[in-house]
């Protein structure tokens, strides 16, 4: 029983030795504070997160890489239980035993933390443990080095696939272009191959059934066979003249900025077939967006209105004789219209254009015979059919000499039943330019005709 008395004696001093005095404890805290707000915050965790790595650590150094003395051991369990209920109360601390040493000093230290909170309790923890085992830092720090590269791995795979969700996207966007691409190009291809077409259709069937009389089958190959070879023709020497035009000096371009813009316009407008023979390789002019044409009843009272209006639009057309009316484009225009009837018969009518920047707002007439046109047949830039006959003869006419300005056509010369019908139509301006309206009486050897016709343009629907 002595024995007993003195073991109790010496594990009470031993208590008072280890035992925490508020003093103490208020020195330990005021140092937590300092390292509070020093530490834990740099190192990467927030407080509850660090807490669990520092109770996770002691629990599995403890003994083994961390050798803590009792009184340290005390100020650890004494942190956990003010983390885990509070402020020490006789509700919430267990009953101990009268035996209990440990249990009554590990009371003791918990009761000595006072009031402070959860999150000092957890803070107070940490850095005791980190003053302790200096070794709690360097697993902290390596655990933050893998996080954070588990971060960085994962924000570069986020950016490798947003990276590649944009490429196939640009991708998908430049298939579309070029497919958008080749479906224009193929319309663009698909109208100007139907307005050669449709332009040397009669000329190449003339020349087919030449070379195949009753023979349609071979005479539908051979038309196609040239009408594929007018293309491309025509496409090659369009290239040609656009690079031409790339590689002139800007010095030596004599067209004006306003001219440059309504060509480019021009060549965005739908395509027509230029004025060209089909055994030539002058194409040098951009196409131009075709014209629209109708007929009118009423001839007789349209003759009327323009011997009483204008007796100056009636001209007599002498045989073997072509008219041109020289229409320029006007400045407050956009679109041309004309109509015309004849007394008694028919008459040859067309329709072109001339890029060049008009020098007078006023409508001329010029009349040539059709023997001056045999005289150089090399100058000349119109292919036609021989309209009394309705046969090709394989010669050019034409009463207008090749000027220096390009030339294309919009509506070819044919023969019109114009003392039938008032033959009426309009071509909506492709830039700055003269028209050139046809009247061609060249294939009567013996009958004039009289031609009445009006022409005019508009602008915003309106007509002028």
């Keep these: 029983m002595a024995g007993t008395n003195g073991d109790i004696s010496s594990m009470g001093r031993k208590i008072e030795k280890l035992r925490i005095s508020a003093d103490e404890s208020a020195i330990d805290d005021s140092d937590m504070e300092k390292d509070k707000k020093i530490e834990p915050r740099l190192w990467g965790f927030e407080t509850r997160e660090l807490y669990k790595m520092a109770v996770n650590f002691?629990?599995?150094?403890?003994?083994?890489?961390?050798?803590?003395?009792?009184?340290?051991?005390?100020?650890?369990?004494?942190?956990?239980?003010?983390?885990?209920?509070?402020?020490?109360?006789?509700?919430?601390?267990?009953?101990?035993?009268?035996?209990?040493?440990?249990?009554?000093?590990?009371?003791?230290?918990?009761?000595?933390?006072?009031?402070?909170?959860?999150?000092?309790?957890?803070?107070?923890?940490?850095?005791?443990?980190?003053?302790?085992?200096?070794?709690?830092?360097?697993?902290?720090?390596?655990?933050?080095?893998?996080?954070?590269?588990?971060?960085?791995?994962?924000?570069?795979?986020?950016?490798?696939?947003?990276?590649?969700?944009?490429?196939?996207?640009?991708?998908?966007?430049?298939?579309?272009?070029?497919?958008?691409?080749?479906?224009?190009?193929?319309?663009?291809?698909?109208?100007?191959?139907?307005?050669?077409?449709?332009?040397?259709?009669?000329?190449?069937?003339?020349y087919a059934e030449q070379q195949y009389p009753g023979n349609p089958e071979q005479q539908g190959v051979l038309i196609r066979q040239l009408q594929e070879q007018h293309y491309h023709q025509y496409m090659q020497q369009l290239r040609q003249n656009q690079l031409v035009t790339e590689e002139q000096p800007p010095e030596s371009n004599n067209v004006t900025t306003e001219e440059s813009e309504k060509e480019e316009?021009?060549?965005?407008?739908?395509?027509?077939?230029?004025?060209?023979?089909?055994?030539?390789?002058?194409?040098?002019?951009?196409?131009?967006?075709?014209?629209?044409?109708?007929?009118?009843?009423?001839?007789?009272?349209?003759?009327?209105?323009?011997r009483r209006e204008a007796g100056d639009a009636v001209i007599k057309v002498g045989h073997g004789e072509i008219v041109t009316v020289r229409v320029p484009t006007h400045e407050d225009g956009s679109c041309l219209?004309?109509?015309?009837?004849?007394?008694?018969?028919?008459?040859?009518?067309?329709?072109?254009?001339e890029w060049s920047k008009?020098?007078?707002?006023?409508?001329?007439?010029?009349?040539?015979?059709?023997?001056?046109?045999?005289?150089?047949?090399?100058?000349?830039?119109?292919?036609?059919?021989?309209?009394?006959s309705g046969v090709s003869n394989g010669s050019i006419q034409s009463d207008y000499k090749l000027p220096s300005p390009p030339i294309s056509e919009i509506v070819p010369v044919y023969r019109r039943d114009s003392q039938e019908e008032i033959y009426a139509g309009s071509h909506r301006y492709p830039g700055q330019g003269v028209y050139l309206l046809k009247f061609d009486n060249s294939y009567s050897l013996w009958r004039s005709k009289t031609l009445y016709y009006r022409v005019y343009y508009t602008q915003n629907g309106y007509v002028n």
Aim: glycine fraction near 4%; charge should be negative; charged fraction near 40%.
């Design 58 to 206: 002691y629990k599995e150094k403890e003994g083994k890489a961390v050798h803590l003395s009792y009184e340290d051991k005390l100020k650890l369990v004494a942190f956990t239980q003010q983390v885990t209920h509070g402020k020490c109360t006789a509700e919430n601390a267990s009953p101990l035993g009268v035996l209990d040493v440990i249990g009554r000093d590990r009371r003791l230290a918990w009761q000595n933390l006072g009031d402070i909170s959860k999150d000092q309790a957890m803070e107070g923890f940490i850095v005791l443990l980190d003053k302790l085992c200096p070794l709690f830092r360097t697993v902290v720090e390596a655990q933050r080095r893998d996080i954070e590269e588990k971060l960085r791995l994962k924000k570069e795979e986020e950016a490798k696939k947003l990276e590649e969700e944009r490429r196939l996207k640009e991708l998908d966007e430049q298939k579309k272009k070029e497919e958008e691409a080749r479906l224009k190009e193929e319309l663009q291809r698909r109208q100007i191959q139907d307005a050669l077409n449709q332009q040397t259709y009669y000329q190449f069937k003339m």
């Design 265 to 306: 316009q021009t060549k965005e407008t739908e395509e027509t077939v230029p004025l060209n023979d089909e055994n030539s390789d002058e194409l040098d002019w951009p196409p131009i967006a075709p014209a629209e044409m109708w007929t009118i009843k009423g001839v007789e009272e349209f003759k009327e209105t323009i």
């Design 337 to 353: 219209f004309w109509e015309f009837a004849t007394d008694g018969y028919d008459i040859g009518f067309g329709v072109y254009f």
């Design 358 to 388: 008009p020098e007078t707002s006023q409508v001329s007439v010029h009349i040539t015979e059709s023997e001056e046109e045999d005289e150089d047949d090399d100058d000349d830039y119109v292919l036609r059919e021989d309209l009394e």
